[in-house]
């Protein structure tokens, strides 16, 4: 089992930038993959960003793409998403999560673990 924590949520106004972080522990080597997902109220909790084991492969959603960079420090076993042209609309709940595979961690019923999420609010 993998526990995930993150922090680094908050309010911010429109155009700024957030950095959240996200800490694994336990089995991370069962479920090496990493990402974020976000659940905006009302909504379903959605897919944002995806990176491998090695960084050499990140995938985003078209929502964030240009705007939001995820990497990882594997030797913390932590990985990161760096939050930039934040909008009104990027408001949600952010969760980190972990699975074995990239094509498992882009569906949110695939996911092995998820964090408690952290709280972002853009206002305008």
């Known amino acids: 089992q993998v526990q995930l924590v993150e922090s680094g949520g908050g309010l911010v106004q429109t155009g700024g930038s957030l950095r959240l972080s996200c800490a694994a522990s336990?089995?991370?080597?069962?479920?090496?993959?990493m990402g974020w997902f976000r659940q905006g109220p009302g909504k379903e909790r959605e897919f944002i960003a995806v990176?491998?084991?090695?960084?050499?492969?990140?995938s985003y959603a078209d929502s964030v793409k240009g705007r939001f960079t995820i990497s990882r420090d594997s030797a913390k076993n932590t990985v990161y998403l760096q939050m930039n042209s934040l909008k009104p609309e990027d408001t949600a709940v952010y969760y980190c999560?972990?699975?074995?595979?990239?094509?498992?961690?882009?569906?949110?019923?695939?996911?092995?673990?998820w964090g408690q999420g952290t709280q972002v609010t853009v206002f305008s």
């Open positions: 999560a972990a699975a074995r595979t990239i094509s498992r961690l882009t569906t949110v019923r695939s996911v092995d673990a």
């Open positions: 336990g089995r991370t080597f069962s479920s090496p993959v």
């Open positions: 990176i491998d084991w090695s960084s050499t492969v990140t």
